[in-house]
């Protein structure tokens, strides 16, 4: 069974400051990982995704996730945090159903840009 | 390119009364989800469908809810009779349906938003 746990069910960061968004997934094989966002009332809509090429990937929007198998970890950051990324966030990661592609989310993190 | 569509967007009933949401995925996708995402939780899957048959119902409520996909292309989600905690959001998503580890992405609709009182 696969699963993520996201750290922090509430964030808030100043516009302008970095952004940091913890994810930790477990998996008995190797892991393809997602990062959702999800803006009020409308459904969720890829950032990035890591699929076992490059561990650093960049995503929409400006922000990246780094995939670190020591740790297990897949977290998301931003350098600098605009107010526009007020949303939502997910965790998801993908399993093995037999045809087709499965996700399993985290229980995700709400970012709250201050000015 | 069309997206996932969804309706109805919000339904409001009383607790054993029966509802329905369909979802119209991206043209040519294999396969269709639907999740149920209750507020302040992560989205769940409540079934897989791959073409018009079910790959993994293992979460669906099945004394209540049920769904169908006919010719492999639009889907219905039924609930009967529904209960409090049925209140949450109902996401489709599509994917082309590439088969072993999941390399893509799910495209979501806007979801249906279902309030049982």
């Known amino acids: 069974a696969q699963s993520v746990t996201q750290l922090g069910s509430h964030v808030s960061v100043s516009e302008g400051a970095l952004v940091l968004l913890r994810c930790n997934y477990s998996s008995s094989v190797p892991p393809y990982l997602f990062w959702y966002v999800q803006y009020p009332n409308q459904g969720l809509q890829l950032l990035l995704k890591?699929?076992?090429?490059?561990?650093l990937v960049k995503g929409i929007n400006g922000f990246e996730a780094e995939f670190k198998k020591s740790e297990t970890s897949f977290h998301l950051t931003k350098p600098s945090a605009h107010m526009s990324d007020a949303a939502e966030y997910f965790c998801?990661?993908?399993?093995?159903?037999?045809?087709?592609?499965?996700?399993?989310f985290g229980t995700g993190t709400q970012l709250k840009v201050e000015l | 390119e069309a997206g996932v569509a969804q309706s109805p967007r919000y339904k409001i009933i009383e607790k054993r009364q029966s509802v329905a949401f369909w979802c119209n995925p991206i043209?040519?996708?294999?396969?269709l989800y639907w999740y149920q995402q209750i507020l302040g939780q992560g989205p769940k899957l409540l079934i897989q469908f791959q073409n018009n048959g079910v790959v993994d119902d293992s979460q669906l409520p099945k004394d209540r809810f049920s769904a169908e996909r006919l010719k492999g292309v639009d889907s219905t989600l039924k609930i009967q009779p529904a209960k409090l905690e049925d209140s949450a959001v109902y996401l489709c998503?599509?994917?082309?349906?590439?088969?072993?580890?999941?390399?893509?992405?799910?495209?979501f609709g806007e979801g249906s938003r279902l309030t049982v009182l």
């Open positions: 998503a599509s994917s082309p349906g590439t088969r072993g580890l999941g390399t893509g992405e799910l495209f």
């Open positions: 998801a990661v993908s399993g093995v159903t037999g045809g087709g592609n499965k996700l399993t």
């Open positions: 890591y699929t076992s090429a490059a561990t």
């Open positions: 043209s040519g996708h294999a396969t």
